[in-house]
């Protein structure tokens, strides 16, 4: 498991409401804000070098996770990986409002590619197969490591959480989407150490949104969390027959002096026929012909 990544998105630049991610940047500084800004897309750049105890619940390599929330018609399970590279595998089973999608995402070489496999054509944005079952990995970390800060390893047997705020709401970012949980909310339930790299968790989530008005929602949110992960190595030899492959980048424009910077997600039509290949086309800057680029190495 590669340490300086964990399973909290947040990246600098986000969207909500289907609107353009941007992130407002003077001068100079804009230089030193382009490289590297999809790094921070499924990590937390700050979260990453925090030494809390509770920290240890965001560096999970695999987690199971069921959820069900009947007021928005959703029943949903996720198997989410994380290979020591960083890159980014989740199996999703969902039905939402009497739709099914059963299919697998993967996200690798720093988030610049997203590859979809038995998941219909996105409606909306791609990057909203990867957004929506990361905000809700996201959020069951957040109640555990708010729940029990003193992390999993102190936990001995079966224990009780009981959670809430009164005034902070909990936000949640993706790649390209946010949402934002408000106050009050409370999670209860329970937390199991299963062995020393696994523990079980049973909660339910009582909270509102903006589009609720004001009514109380509640979700029951049910997962199994691994300290390794399945999927250590998301192969080269693996083949894209049946997938479908998006360019994930960055666009920079001048507005009024102020740089911004909005992230595209195209597909792409070429033919490649392995992640090998594709790895190496990221690595020319999605250039057949090209010559590697120095600054971008996807690791294996």
Not at 86 to 107: A, P, Q, Y
Not at 112 to 141: F, V, W
Not at 158 to 174: A, W
Request: hydrophobic letters at 40%; charged letters at 20%; glycine letters at 10%.
């Amino acid at each position: 498991m590669n340490d300086t990544r964990m399973w909290t998105g947040g990246g600098i630049a986000s969207m909500s409401n289907g609107l353009p991610s941007i992130l407002f940047v003077s001068g100079d500084a804009m230089l030193k804000l382009i490289s590297g800004l999809l790094l921070c897309a499924l990590s937390a750049c700050g979260l990453a070098q925090s030494t809390r105890p509770g920290a240890i619940w965001y560096t999970a390599g695999n987690v199971q996770l069921a959820v069900t929330e009947p007021a928005v018609g959703l029943s949903a399970r996720w198997q989410f990986d994380q290979a020591d590279n960083g890159d980014t595998r989740i199996i999703k089973t969902e039905e939402r409002m009497g739709s099914s999608i059963n299919g697998t995402v993967l996200s690798i070489c720093d988030d610049r590619a997203l590859l979809l496999k038995d998941i219909p054509r996105p409606r909306g944005a791609a990057t909203n197969e990867l957004d929506g079952p990361i905000h809700m990995l996201q959020l069951a970390l957040r109640l555990l490591a708010r729940g029990l800060p003193q992390g999993p390893l102190a936990l001995t047997g079966e224990v009780t959480m009981d959670v809430g705020d009164e005034s902070n709401p909990i936000r949640v970012k993706g790649t390209n989407s946010s949402v934002e949980f408000l106050a009050p909310w409370r999670a209860r339930g329970k937390v199991t150490r299963i062995s020393p790299d696994q523990y079980g968790f049973e909660l339910t989530y009582s909270y509102s949104t903006a589009a609720a008005r004001g009514r109380r929602l509640q979700m029951d949110v049910v997962g199994l969390w691994n300290a390794t992960t399945t999927a250590p190595v998301l192969d080269n030899n693996t083949s894209l027959s049946g997938w479908r492959v998006y360019r994930v980048s960055p666009s920079v424009r001048e507005v009024s002096g102020t740089f911004l910077i909005e992230k595209q997600v195209r597909e792409q039509p070429l033919r490649i026929a392995t992640l090998g290949d594709l790895r190496t086309l990221i690595e020319r800057g999605w250039r057949p012909n090209a010559k590697p680029v120095p600054e971008i190495q996807c690791k294996l």
